[in-house]
């Protein structure tokens, strides 16, 4: 009963990485703009990699290769939104016409 109980709860973790992962993907397909495209790529595939990295952490059980994948959950979270702020200040800081595009709040102390 018990190793029923985890492959459901396995299984909907899957299927809700899954769908976070194509709603990142049809986002950045829908998008016009670049830095809505990052927004939505950084939080569906930040969530998206959690669920499923959980989901064969409890796959898994308790052992070194859950311990390493918990890491990696870790990792994601701290370098995922670091690069997609990254690129936005890249884009921002590149493209000339971003005040005709959106509305940023430029900052010249930062540069």
Known sequence: MLEWIRFVVVALLMLGGLFSLLVSVIGAYRFHYVLNRIHVAAK??????LLILLA???MSGLNMTSLKLLLLIVFVWLASPVASHL???LEVATNDDIDKECEVKLN???D
Do not use: E
Not at 44 to 49: A, E, L, R
């Open 56 to 58: 064969l952490t409890i």
């Open 108 to 110: 010249n102390d930062m």
């Open 44 to 49: 569906c595939d930040t969530m998206g990699v």
């Open 87 to 89: 690129i936005a200040h």
